[in-house]
């Protein structure tokens, strides 16, 4: 299948910072990807949509602002949480979606925590 | 909207057979899907069934009825690795098709 890279694995940033979140499609030209975010022992929930070349689309809820999503380039996506908070600390993947949309393809996800 | 329901836990000895079961509500369908989550990593791709019948790939087989809006994954000859989170998944036409995710099922296997 597919690669996504994504970084980093884990992030441990201080309250009110910033943290950039990277993902990269290696080996084929993502116009879609997908960002979610897991809390322990819960499903995977949706945060956005991020179209390359485009504004990302937010879920009801998700606050366009504080996740800030850009996606310039057909292999890059990249998720900023912006003014961390505790309540942030989460685990946040990403995904792109196969040609024919039968598969998902996930980066390895991203660990973060806010402190 | 879109909901997924499947059992939150599964207990199953090694060499057993399991069967996890996933009902669904949508008002578009785009096929059923599997994915396989060990804790701390991402969830990896177990199969996709877009019309009804049993998609087998190795030791795991998915099934989907539509008219009943059900599927299944079947797992057989368990091993200890196969413990894990399953997630049966369905697309969201109204989120450029991104992945909905049931609650998940906690899959262990005991010796």
């Known amino acids: 299948g597919a690669v996504v890279s994504q970084h980093p694995s884990r992030v441990i940033c201080k309250s009110g910072t910033s943290v950039k979140i990277e993902c990269r499609s290696l080996?084929?030209?993502?116009?879609?990807m997908f960002w979610y975010r897991q809390f322990p022992k819960q499903s995977l929930m949706l945060m956005a949509t991020?179209?390359?070349?485009?504004?990302?689309?937010?879920e009801q809820g998700v606050e366009k602002d504080k996740f800030l999503i850009n996606h310039a380039s057909l292999t890059l996506s990249t998720l900023t949480v912006t003014s961390a908070h505790p309540e942030d600390s989460s685990f946040y993947i990403c995904?792109?979606?196969?040609?024919?949309?039968?598969?998902?393809?996930f980066g390895q996800g991203t660990r973060l925590t806010v402190v | 909207g879109q909901s997924l329901e499947q059992p939150s836990e599964v207990t199953a000895v090694e060499g057993a057979i399991v069967q996890i079961n996933c009902t669904y509500q949508?008002?578009?369908?785009?096929?059923l899907s599997w994915y396989q989550q060990h804790d701390g990593g991402a969830p990896t791709f177990l199969s996709y069934?877009?019309?009804?019948g049993l998609e087998e790939t190795g030791r795991f087989s998915s099934f989907l009825s539509r008219s009943d809006s059900y599927g299944y994954l079947l797992l057989q000859e368990l091993q200890m690795k196969d413990s894990a989170s399953y997630f049966c998944?369905?697309?969201?036409?109204?989120?450029?098709?991104?992945?909905?995710f049931g609650k998940g099922t906690s899959l262990l296997v005991t010796p």
């Open positions: 995904s792109a979606p196969s040609r024919g949309n039968t598969e998902a393809f």
């Open positions: 080996d084929f030209q993502a116009t879609t």
């Open positions: 991020s179209n390359e070349g485009s504004k990302a689309t937010y």
């Open positions: 949508t008002s578009g369908f785009y096929g």
């Open positions: 069934n877009g019309l009804d």
């Open positions: 998944a369905v697309r969201d036409g109204n989120s450029g098709y991104a992945l909905n």
